[in-house]
């Protein structure tokens, strides 16, 4: 007897992140749409906005007061930052209690929600049923530096290019493909949310300078280490190896820098081109990923297959194929 789906709420499926995410769904042997909400779409077929669902759900327009009284097993919250706390409250007062995963910036400094970055943070999981998904840079970034944490001396400097689909869907210059063409548009460039989010959850300063750049999706991350102590690059690579080789959504890549334009569309973080300065004391490391994809969705479906109880990379194409490289 086959077990039964577990119903999915979407608040704020509009954008491209909610859309990723609705196509994961309709691949996933477990978990199906109870709802999908957006104010913007409200009447459209899903299926005519997200050609992977296949279903006959239609968005639908929703007040904070009304989530509650959809029945769902869990719900992703996929608004912009400051939005998701009324959504919460809606439940809390209500007395019902989903899972819910935050992909908005709002509850990643809460303590009372589990941070979820499964490679890091995979041991705490268990029983969480408020779970914050990180920043796509943020992602990223701590990817690249965790396996040289504990050798590190001064801050880190992150130079962080982005694809403008990171931007959202609402009009800016930062999404606007006639004012990006043939440029790279700096932003926030202290104390963006991404960077003061990674010096908490390491808990060792990093230093961020986000840009913007032409293409649609994809982010690089070059980030500048000072060590405590010389390394040698067998040393380096032996280190990113160790943690990651048996992580199927992260892979290693030794020899030159991965390309952004070769993890568009692909669930997992590439890190590699490393370098070092000639006394071995300054290391360099290259990181890329899908923002909508591992910087979002993917990760989300991680959380939400980890607070089930399910196989974590349930529903997530090609992580198989991944493992069994890494095997």
Known sequence: MADPAL????????????????????????FELAFVSSRALAGQRVADNVAAYRGDARYVSLEHEQLPTLPADAVVLALPNGHAAACVAAYDAAGVDPVIVDLSADHRFDDGWYYGLPELTRDGHAGQRRISNPGCYATAMQLAIAPMLDVLDGPVQCFGVSGYSGAGTTPSDRNDPDKLRDNLMPYALTGHVHEREV?????????????????????????????????????????????????????????????????????????????????????????????????????????????????????????????????
């Open 7 to 30: 119903q999915l709420g979407i608040v704020g499926a509009r954008g491209h992140t909610g859309a990723e995410l609705i196509a994961l769904v309709a691949g996933h042997p477990r």
């Open 199 to 327: 010096t908490r959850r390491l808990g060792h300063p990093v230093e961020f300078m986000p840009h913007v750049a032409p293409h649609f999706r994809g982010i690089t991350i070059t980030a500048n280490l000072h060590l405590s102590r010389p390394f040698t690059l067998d040393e380096v690579q032996a280190r990113y190896h160790d943690h990651y080789d048996a992580e199927p959504l992260v892979r290693v890549v030794d020899g030159d820098a991965p390309w952004v334009s070769r993890i568009a569309g692909r669930h997992h973080d590439e890190i590699g081109g490393f370098t070092l300065s000639a006394d071995g004391r300054r290391l360099v490391v290259v990181a890329t990923e899908d923002n909508l994809l591992k910087g979002a969705a993917t990760q989300a479906l991680q959380n939400l297959n980890l607070a089930f109880g399910l196989p974590e990379f349930s529903g997530i194409v090609g992580a198989a194929e991944a493992a069994m490289e890494t095997t």
